[in-house]
């Protein structure tokens, strides 16, 4: 019997309990689970009535950091012959728009934590341009808060506002917001006006500073210090607006020495005024995995245990301030990054920093990520895919046009494919010996259902570089009654990546749909493979 995939299972399910599991649906799962001779080893059930979350879009966010090229040279780049009359790249906000981004973290990162954001208002002849201490190149501020604004309608996107609560006070905090939401008659609001905009932006979800438990951070603070700056700055927002959405700065990743720590003891100073707090994570292989590409493609496993790990600090702090209030979590940074350290930096304007070349395993990894996020989307509302373009990004431009790199793939089969409820799966999958992570399923499946549409997405990661696996898809409560789409995402060499001159060396194909019967779909998924079905299910009479 092939050993059952606990994580998936847990992680999905957990928030309805075992015990809620229907008498005669955990029969039928375990008469599933002794396989009959020739049939298929690995198994996946799932019951539309067991349901993980209703799909917050903002699961699927991004983010631009003045760093690099991002902005300038990627989403803004005024005279150029593909910039439109307000200096965005025409066939940047084309691929935005196309990918269907919902929400994009601006302007930080490590920048925003020295940022003034009165240098990037008002007219451009009066803008200064400074020296970013964060990446220590030049900021022409050319591009400021209103600007962003503009290109996130124009985008079809909202915005994550992050605020300067490193060198910052709460009050500068706060007279941002009162820029941007409040309609007239302040000095704040006025200035807006005065600046050519008369309506308020209404932004709704803010970052209150960025990792601040980094020594690295300007403004590197204690968690009760920053825990109690961040309770101000929030009640002073919530005096200019009550209806936003605020999240605080967590731990920077599970390296730091004061990971969780940190989250308990800043949470102590503003739970109460807050509505989410922060994660960050890069995953990469030096020094993580040594090269070992069957661990590297596990990784994703290591993002389950950070959710579950911090979302137990938010639940322990809860109990001990004995408030019924639960707070989400906003993982608004993470993706592949381990390469590019480096680049041409120094005093100079958008030099090409932090530029990722991304390849096929990254891809694959990046699409283990993505079902980690669908698995913890109870309490993970908002996630950010670090960072959008140039810049340890899926899209990369250069002065002819753009190239979707391989992450882009995974990235845009969630955005395009996973709507309406985020389904538990019960997933039996033959494993294999991870150093540090012991007993790894091969197979690791996430599943979304959009009850409007009847549309169901089962997406599927095969850690199994040398083999394919076939499983057994076991609908509960709704029969799969056609294929409406079947692609993988593979290749024979896991380091090929795309570029200008070969854009689709790493491309989706379309793969063999699987065998529909009533209510079991039989699936083959390559070897090393990230694959999306696409199933019209319905409720039976």
Same mark, same amino acid.
């Given at each position: 019997m092939s050993p059952v995939n606990?994580? *998936?299972?847990?992680?999905?399910?957990?928030?309805?309990?075992?015990?809620?599991l229907s008498g005669s649906w955990w029969n039928n799962v375990k008469a599933a689970r002794q396989p009959a001779t020739g049939s298929s080893q690995a198994q996946v059930f799932i019951d539309p009535a067991f349901r993980v979350s209703q799909l917050d879009r903002n699961l699927f966010g991004s983010f631009l950091e003045h760093l690099g090229r991002a902005i300038y040279g990627g989403v803004f780049e005024p005279g150029s012959p593909l910039a439109d009359a307000d200096g965005f790249r025409k066939d940047v906000l084309e691929e935005i728009r196309g990918l269907g981004v919902p929400i994009v973290r601006y302007p930080g990162g490590n920048f925003v934590s020295g940022y003034e954001w009165l240098n990037g208002v008002g007219p451009e002849k009066d803008?200064?341009?400074?020296?970013?201490?964060?990446?220590?190149?030049?900021?022409?501020n050319r591009f400021g808060t209103d600007e962003f604004m503009l290109w996130c309608k124009q985008a079809g996107v909202q915005p994550l506002m992050g605020m300067n609560l490193g060198s910052g006070t709460a009050q500068h905090a706060a007279d941002l917001v009162e820029y941007c939401n409040v309609a007239k008659g302040t000095k704040w609001s006025d200035l807006r006006r005065a600046n050519g905009h008369a309506e308020p932006y209404g932004v709704k979800h803010w970052c209150l500073g960025n990792e601040m438990d980094g020594p690295w951070q300007i403004g590197h603070a204690t968690a009760q210090k920053y825990g109690l700056k961040a309770a101000d700055a929030a009640r002073q927002i919530r005096a200019i607006d009550p209806s936003v959405f605020l999240v605080a700065c967590g731990s920077?990743?599970?390296?730091?020495?004061?990971?969780?720590?940190?989250?308990?003891?800043?949470l102590e100073q503003c739970y109460d005024v807050v509505d989410a707090v922060s994660l960050? @994570?890069?995953?990469?292989?030096?020094?993580?995995?040594g090269g070992d590409s069957r661990k590297y493609l596990a990784m994703n496993l290591t993002m389950d245990r950070q959710i579950e790990e911090v979302q137990a600090v938010c639940d322990l702090v809860r109990g =001990?301030? @004995?408030?019924?209030?639960? !707070?989400?979590?906003?993982?608004d940074e993470w993706n592949v990054w381990y390469r590019a350290r480096n680049g041409d930096g120094g005093e100079k304007q958008a030099p090409h920093l932090l530029e990722e070349v991304y390849n096929l395993e990254d891809a694959l990894l990046v699409g283990g !990520?993505? +079902?980690?996020?669908?698995?913890?989307? +109870? =309490?993970?509302?908002?996630?950010? !895919?670090?960072?959008?373009? *140039?810049? %340890?990004?899926?899209?990369?431009?250069?002065? =002819?046009?753009? !190239? @979707?790199?391989? %992450?882009y793939y995974p990235y845009a089969w969630a955005l395009h494919y996973c709507h309406g409820e985020v389904l538990s799966a019960v997933v039996e999958s033959p494993t294999y010996e991870v150093p540090g992570l012991g007993q790894v399923p091969y197979l690791d499946v996430a599943v979304t259902r959009d009850a409007e549409s009847g549309d169901a997405t089962v997406l599927v990661l095969n850690r199994d570089l040398d083999r394919s696996h076939q499983f057994d898809l076991h609908w509960q409560g709704a029969?799969?009654? @056609?294929?409406?789409?079947?692609?993988?995402?593979?290749?024979?060499?896991?380091?090929?990546?795309?570029t200008f001159e070969e854009p689709k060396k790493v491309f989706p194909a379309t793969l063999e749909a699987p065998r529909v019967r009533g209510a079991q779909v039989t699936v083959e998924v390559p070897a090393k493979s990230y694959c999306a079905f696409r199933f019209a299910v319905d409720k039976p009479a």
């Open positions: 606990r994580r *998936n299972f847990i992680s999905g399910a957990s928030a309805l309990g075992l015990a809620s803008r200064p341009t400074v020296l970013d201490r964060a990446w220590h190149t030049l900021e022409p920077s990743g599970p390296s730091m020495p004061t990971y969780l720590e940190w989250d308990r003891q800043m960050h @994570r890069y995953f990469g292989d030096a020094g993580e995995t =001990r301030l @004995r408030t019924n209030k639960t !707070l989400a979590l906003s993982f !990520l993505l +079902n980690t996020l669908l698995r913890h989307s +109870n =309490r993970v509302r908002i996630a950010c !895919l670090a960072q959008l373009v *140039n810049v %340890i990004a899926p899209l990369l431009t250069n002065e =002819r046009g753009v !190239l @979707r790199q391989t %992450i029969t799969p009654g @056609r294929v409406v789409s079947s692609e993988v995402l593979t290749g024979p060499d896991l380091k090929a990546a795309n």
